[in-house]
């Protein structure tokens, strides 16, 4: 991918988050209502419906999050680890090659 491809790309997804930001704002601007909330033992929470919408949807995408790094800092080793052992593997090709080789033997007739 060169440098000329990477500028709409950018561009696109710039604009993708603008336009998911300014929808959130509209939904928090039009549902600004409280709402209560039943808690164990009887009380009650007074919370706005917008901070308890996306307060839900953060605590949900956690536990996603939590998961995604960790399946990435494991593939990520696994790589480093098997880029380790194939360069332990050519250097010991490359010393093989190196190495002079015995001097074929002389057949008299």
């Known amino acids: 991918m060169g440098a000329n491809e990477e500028v709409p790309m950018q561009f ?3 604009l993708f988050w603008v336009i998911l930001l300014f ?6 601007y039009r549902n600004w209502t409280p ?3 039943q808690l ?11 901070v308890l919408m996306f307060g839900a949807f953060l605590l949900g995408l956690l ?3 939590i ?3 960790t399946t990435r800092w494991q593939l990520r080793r696994r790589a480093e680890a098997a880029e380790r052992s194939l360069a332990e593997l050519r250097g010991a090709d490359a010393a093989v090659a190196l ?7 002389t057949v008299t007739p």
């Open 12 to 14: 696109l997804r710039t």
């Open 23 to 28: 929808a959130a704002a509209l939904f928090a």
């Open 35 to 37: 709402v209560e909330v």
């Open 40 to 50: 164990f033992g009887g009380l009650v929470a007074d919370a706005k419906l917008p």
């Open 63 to 65: 536990p996603t999050y």
């Open 67 to 69: 998961l995604h790094r």
């Open 99 to 105: 190495a002079p080789s015995p001097p074929a033997p």
